[in-house]
Protein backbone atom coordinates (compact mmCIF):
# COMPACT_ATOMS: atom_id res chain seq x y z
CA UNK A 1 0.00 0.00 0.00
CA UNK A 2 1.39 3.77 -1.05
CA UNK A 3 0.00 6.56 1.62
CA UNK A 4 0.17 10.04 -0.02
CA UNK A 5 -0.13 12.96 2.37
CA UNK A 6 -0.33 16.54 1.05
CA UNK A 7 0.74 19.50 2.96
CA UNK A 8 1.38 23.58 2.50
CA UNK A 9 -2.30 24.41 1.26
CA UNK A 10 -3.91 28.25 3.14
CA UNK A 11 -5.26 31.18 1.95
CA UNK A 12 -3.18 33.34 -0.36
CA UNK A 13 -3.64 36.86 -1.97
CA UNK A 14 -3.45 36.96 -5.74
CA UNK A 15 -0.43 37.22 -7.17
CA UNK A 16 1.23 35.69 -4.04
CA UNK A 17 3.17 32.14 -3.70
CA UNK A 18 2.53 28.50 -2.14
CA UNK A 19 4.14 25.40 -1.99
CA UNK A 20 2.70 22.15 -1.14
CA UNK A 21 4.59 19.02 -0.64
CA UNK A 22 3.39 15.25 -0.46
CA UNK A 23 5.19 12.87 1.06
CA UNK A 24 4.92 9.20 -0.15
CA UNK A 25 5.15 6.07 2.06
CA UNK A 26 4.72 2.16 1.13
CA UNK A 27 6.17 0.66 -1.74
CA UNK A 28 9.08 2.21 -3.39
CA UNK A 29 8.65 6.19 -4.40
CA UNK A 30 11.03 5.78 -7.09
CA UNK A 31 9.71 3.54 -9.29
CA UNK A 32 6.51 6.19 -9.36
CA UNK A 33 5.07 8.87 -11.48
CA UNK A 34 3.91 11.76 -9.57
CA UNK A 35 1.51 14.41 -10.83
CA UNK A 36 -0.99 16.90 -8.65
CA UNK A 37 -4.58 17.39 -10.03
CA UNK A 38 -6.41 19.91 -8.70
CA UNK A 39 -10.64 20.34 -8.03
CA UNK A 40 -12.77 23.21 -7.69
CA UNK A 41 -16.32 22.74 -6.93
CA UNK A 42 -18.86 21.43 -9.68
CA UNK A 43 -15.91 21.13 -11.62
CA UNK A 44 -13.81 17.77 -12.25
CA UNK A 45 -10.55 16.93 -11.05
CA UNK A 46 -7.87 18.15 -13.50
CA UNK A 47 -4.18 18.24 -13.87
CA UNK A 48 -1.88 20.68 -13.24
CA UNK A 49 1.59 19.28 -13.44
CA UNK A 50 3.56 15.87 -13.42
CA UNK A 51 7.15 14.64 -13.07
CA UNK A 52 8.48 11.21 -14.23
CA UNK A 53 10.01 8.74 -11.72
CA UNK A 54 13.74 9.98 -12.30
CA UNK A 55 12.91 13.69 -12.56
CA UNK A 56 13.98 14.56 -16.22
CA UNK A 57 10.52 15.17 -17.54
CA UNK A 58 8.25 17.58 -16.76
CA UNK A 59 4.83 18.22 -17.69
CA UNK A 60 2.44 21.29 -17.00
CA UNK A 61 -0.98 22.47 -17.72
CA UNK A 62 -1.53 25.67 -19.93
CA UNK A 63 -3.20 27.10 -17.15
CA UNK A 64 -0.22 27.09 -14.86
CA UNK A 65 2.69 27.05 -17.16
CA UNK A 66 5.51 29.56 -16.30
CA UNK A 67 4.06 30.07 -12.89
CA UNK A 68 3.60 26.37 -11.48
CA UNK A 69 6.93 24.46 -10.82
CA UNK A 70 7.24 20.15 -10.02
CA UNK A 71 9.75 18.54 -8.27
CA UNK A 72 10.53 15.51 -6.63
CA UNK A 73 13.20 14.27 -4.34
CA UNK A 74 13.38 10.87 -4.45
CA UNK A 75 15.83 10.85 -1.18
CA UNK A 76 13.25 12.34 0.98
CA UNK A 77 10.23 10.84 -0.85
CA UNK A 78 8.65 14.07 -1.75
CA UNK A 79 7.56 16.00 -4.48
CA UNK A 80 6.39 19.58 -4.41
CA UNK A 81 4.65 22.17 -6.49
CA UNK A 82 5.85 25.74 -6.23
CA UNK A 83 2.97 28.12 -7.43
CA UNK A 84 3.95 31.49 -7.78
CA UNK A 85 1.45 34.30 -9.43
CA UNK A 86 -1.27 32.62 -8.00
CA UNK A 87 -5.02 33.74 -9.27
CA UNK A 88 -8.44 33.42 -8.18
CA UNK A 89 -8.78 30.73 -10.95
CA UNK A 90 -6.05 28.14 -8.88
CA UNK A 91 -8.48 28.56 -5.81
CA UNK A 92 -9.04 24.88 -5.61
CA UNK A 93 -8.26 21.27 -3.69
CA UNK A 94 -4.96 19.82 -4.81
CA UNK A 95 -4.15 16.04 -4.79
CA UNK A 96 -0.81 14.76 -5.20
CA UNK A 97 -1.07 11.31 -7.15
CA UNK A 98 1.41 8.44 -7.80
CA UNK A 99 1.68 5.60 -10.54
CA UNK A 100 3.03 4.12 -13.55
CA UNK A 101 2.28 6.06 -15.87
CA UNK A 102 3.32 6.17 -19.76
CA UNK A 103 4.39 9.51 -21.08
CA UNK A 104 1.32 9.77 -22.93
CA UNK A 105 -0.86 9.47 -20.04
CA UNK A 106 0.86 11.69 -17.36
CA UNK A 107 -2.43 14.13 -17.67
CA UNK A 108 -4.87 11.53 -16.93
CA UNK A 109 -6.68 11.14 -14.24
CA UNK A 110 -7.01 7.38 -14.53
CA UNK A 111 -3.97 6.14 -14.60
CA UNK A 112 -2.70 7.03 -11.26
CA UNK A 113 -3.41 4.14 -8.84
CA UNK A 114 -2.55 6.21 -5.67
CA UNK A 115 -4.17 9.25 -4.37
CA UNK A 116 -3.57 11.70 -1.28
CA UNK A 117 -6.73 13.34 0.84
CA UNK A 118 -5.72 17.03 -0.82
CA UNK A 119 -5.29 20.02 0.78
CA UNK A 120 -7.02 23.80 0.09
CA UNK A 121 -6.30 26.26 -1.51
CA UNK A 122 -7.69 29.41 -1.62
CA UNK A 123 -6.35 32.36 -3.60
CA UNK A 124 -8.14 36.04 -2.68
CA UNK A 125 -8.63 38.41 -5.76
Known amino acids: QVELVESGGGLEQAGGSLRLSCAVS????????MGWFRQAPGLEREFVAA????????YYADSVKGRFTISRDNAKNTVALQMNSLKADDTAAYYC??????????????????WGQGTQVTVSS
Open 97 to 114: AAGNVGRSDYSRVAPYDY
Open 26 to 33: GRTFINYA
Open 51 to 58: ISWSGGKT
